[in-house]
């Protein structure tokens, strides 16, 4: 028996000193041996040149925050001085990047399973050289060698810590150059106090790019927790930098990260912030990010704001329209996946000129082409904010939104193209509405909405409807930006738009029961608003009763054609309008009056020629045929010549018109007139409209057969 406690003794002694000895040979090892075989077995995996230029050492400890067994046993940690990754051939520079030193810690009992456990891995001032060159190639992407088998063993990695570093882009595709810094802060800042000051300054620079009301509409309803980025315990303890060029514009960022990036905890949001100027676009943005490994959740609060929101197309890849300057808050919250992320910017609000804008907007890259969708409200909408939309604002307006398309000085209609191509890059469905649209102070337009749809590089706005002076204006418009050139259709409806709501201050008009109402089709083909008036066919019905006209009202309104006309007719006195009729045909932007006529209380005005649109000149006879002698010179026609910028409006050379004479033209006009008829039938004002007496006389000029005048019960009823 004794014997057999020796034999054990034995053999547990000598267990015991083979463990020792081991323990001896590991902790006394010159691990810089190995380095040659770890260089070239890195090197044939990642593809490039790889080496551990300094020295490899390690040393063993135990691990204060492990638990159960894993406390009793001593983790190695490795440390490996002066790392070098290579570059593919191509690139311009010899490293992809520098590492001072590279260390990390593993778990011991883990590697039983075939799992390298690694809790932190610690980079000691990276610098790192980023390219792409023209043809697509990008020295971020390695070719892993495949040995056919898959490995027994995992790699399981919860974090990386880093300290000061240096980051340089250039990429040939985006046209970027950019120097990033990164540097450790002197104390550790509070994620409130970050989230505080960014909230700040981003309003700042807000009020500074739209104007006061902007901070102010930015801070509404901030402090709601919906409206809140993601919240964290973790500090910030580095701050960035960048420098550079993005798509030949300047580029001055600066931010602040916390220390370590949790890869895996869910429960350990990393805290980053930003602050960017890219020309003169400014993004902003502070809140977290959890589980980069999987790109799973960033949750911030995002600003935006610059001259116009075309410019953010390049940055973030939205197509938005041009805009006046322009500033929004609001939530970001994104699930990131390559190919198939997905981003919802909630409870966002802002400025866009003098208009205000909130809403909530997801952005998802999956499909065959990225698709916007979500709601935009306004509660107040300024008219002329909606100008760069169709390229009508000033040449000023437009170089200070980068547009690189004047006005013509002598043309009318908006040149600037539609950027078709920014079309086709994405989809979009969106719901707006504005509650109150503004001219200015004096005329108000009333609401607006309508239903955005963008699919495959079609526009369509169905429906685009307008609360207009107590009536509406019923639309749906339709632009293929899938052709070129772009092919473009509308349909129009006016109804009950009364006249002295659409001229508040217009004192004659108050005491108005007028009303217009119109009809409008048209078809076109351009890449601009000047191209699709240019080349419109189609039909536009117009008619207007009991209203009041003069020069200052035409020129309040900004009819410059007509401001002139009435000048030549009546001087700058106010006239009644009994009924306003117009029935214009287009082919090829050539719009031929079927009918256009003016009945006042002095005269009946007919205007007869064309207005064509390609070239903006206008070629139309007026003949006023005065009813009595009170207006001598309303009985000499007028001619109106010249463009739409510059009219040329005189006198008829050749004798005074004869009262029977035009009388007896307008025997022609049973065919327009009864085609406005319907219009007449729309009409629900007291008293009885006047346009349907004035019109019929026109037709029982014509030996044609009178149609019936619908019945008053008809006419009070019908919409």
């Not at 030949?248 to 960022?253: H, I, L, Q, R």
């Not at 799973?296 to 995002?302: N, S, T, V, Y």
Request: aromatic residues 6%.
């Amino acid at each position: 028996m004794r014997r057999r406690w020796k034999i054990v003794t034995w053999i547990i002694g000598v267990c015991l000193a083979l463990v020792v000895v081991l323990l001896v040979v590991i902790a006394t090892f010159d691990w810089n041996r190995l380095k040659p075989t770890i260089n070239a077995r890195v090197s044939e995996t990642i593809g490039r040149p790889f080496a551990i230029n300094g020295d490899l050492s390690v040393r063993w400890r135990r691990e204060e925050r492990a638990s159960g067994m894993e406390s009793w046993v001593p983790w190695p940690e490795f440390v490996a001085q002066n790392i070098s990754v290579g570059n593919p051939d191509w690139t311009g520079q010899p490293h992809f990047a520098q590492l001072d030193a590279l260390r990390f810690r593993i778990s011991p009992l883990p590697l039983i399973v075939h799992r390298v456990e690694i809790p932190v891995l610690y980079l000691t001032q990276p610098s790192i050289d980023l390219e792409r060159n023209a043809q697509g190639q990008a020295n971020w992407d390695f070719s892993f060698a495949n040995g056919g088998a898959p490995s027994a063993w995992t790699l399981d990695l919860h974090a990386i810590g880093f300290d000061r570093g240096h980051i340089a882009l250039n990429d040939a595709i985006s046209k970027t150059e950019l120097q990033i810094t990164m540097e450790a802060l002197q104390r550790a800042i509070p994620y409130g106090d970050i989230v505080s000051q960014q909230s700040s300054d981003a309003r700042e620079q807000a009020s500074k790019t739209v104007g006061a009301s902007a901070k102010t509409a930015l801070a509404k309803d901030a402090g709601k927790q919906e409206n809140e980025p993601g919240r964290t315990n973790a500090v910030y303890q580095f701050a960035w930098q960048a420098l550079g060029k993005y798509q030949g514009a300047a580029v001055d960022g600066n931010g602040k990260t916390g220390g370590v990036l949790a890869l895996q905890q869910t429960d350990e949001p990393f805290p980053i912030q930003g602050d960017v100027h890219v020309g003169d676009t400014h993004i902003a943005l502070v809140g977290t990010l959890t589980d980069p490994l999987h790109l799973a959740a960033l949750d911030i609060r995002l600003w935006f704001s610059g001259s116009s929101m075309a410019k953010l197309y390049p940055l973030i890849g939205v197509t938005l329209p041009d805009t006046p300057p322009y500033a929004t808050e609001g939530h970001l919250r994104a699930n990131l996946k390559r190919g198939a992320s997905h981003f919802e910017y909630d409870h966002f609000r802002g400025r866009v000129g003098g208009s205000d804008l909130e809403g909530d907007l997801a952005f998802d890259t999956g499909g065959a082409r990225p698709k916007l969708s979500g709601t935009v409200t306004s509660q107040l909408l300024r008219f002329s904010d909606l100008a760069p939309l169709i390229g009508a604002d000033s040449n000023s307006e437009k170089e200070l939104r980068g547009d690189a398309t004047p006005q013509p000085t002598d043309k009318v209609l908006p040149i600037e193209p539609f950027r078709t191509d920014r079309w086709r890059a994405m989809d979009a469905d969106v719901t707006f509405s504005a509650n109150k649209i503004v001219r200015d102070t004096a005329l108000p337009i009333h609401a607006l909405s309508t239903h955005l749809v963008m699919d495959n590089g079609v526009l369509t706005l169905n429906p685009l409807g307008f609360d207009f002076a107590s009536g509406k204006i019923d639309s749906n418009l339709r632009l293929d930006g899938s052709t070129t050139p772009m092919k473009g259709d509308i349909k129009l409806k006016a109804r009950h738009l009364k006249l002295k709501e659409l001229f508040p201050k217009f004192e004659p008009m108050q005491t108005s029961f007028g009303e217009i109402n119109g009809d409008a089709a048209l078809n076109a083909r351009g890449n601009s608003v000047g191209e699709l008036m240019g080349t419109s066919t189609g039909e536009l019905k117009l008619l207007m009763n009991d209203g009041a006209i003069s020069k200052t009202l035409l020129e309040t309104a900004g009819l410059n054609v007509a401001n002139v006309v009435i000048a030549k007719l009546f001087g700058d006195k106010t006239v009644k309008i009994n009924c306003a009729a117009s029935d214009l045909s287009a082919t090829n932007g050539l719009y031929q009056t079927q009918l256009f006529v003016f009945d006042t209380e002095d005269a009946t005005i007919r205007v007869e020629g064309t207005v064509n649109f390609a070239n903006e000149k206008l070629d139309l006879d007026v003949r006023p045929e005065s009813k009595g002698l009170r207006i001598l010179s309303l009985r000499s026609p007028l001619y109106v010549k010249g463009t739409l910028k510059n009219p040329d409006v005189g006198v008829q050379p050749g004798p005074l018109i004869l009262r029977g004479g035009g009388a007896l033209a307008l025997g022609v006009l049973a065919a327009p007139v009864a085609a406005l008829l319907p219009l007449v039938a729309t009409s629900k004002g007291e008293p009885d409209n006047t346009c349907a007496t004035v019109l019929e006389q026109m037709r029982g000029a014509s030996k044609a057969r009178p149609a019936p005048l619908p019945s008053k019960t008809k006419a009070s009823t019908t919409h």
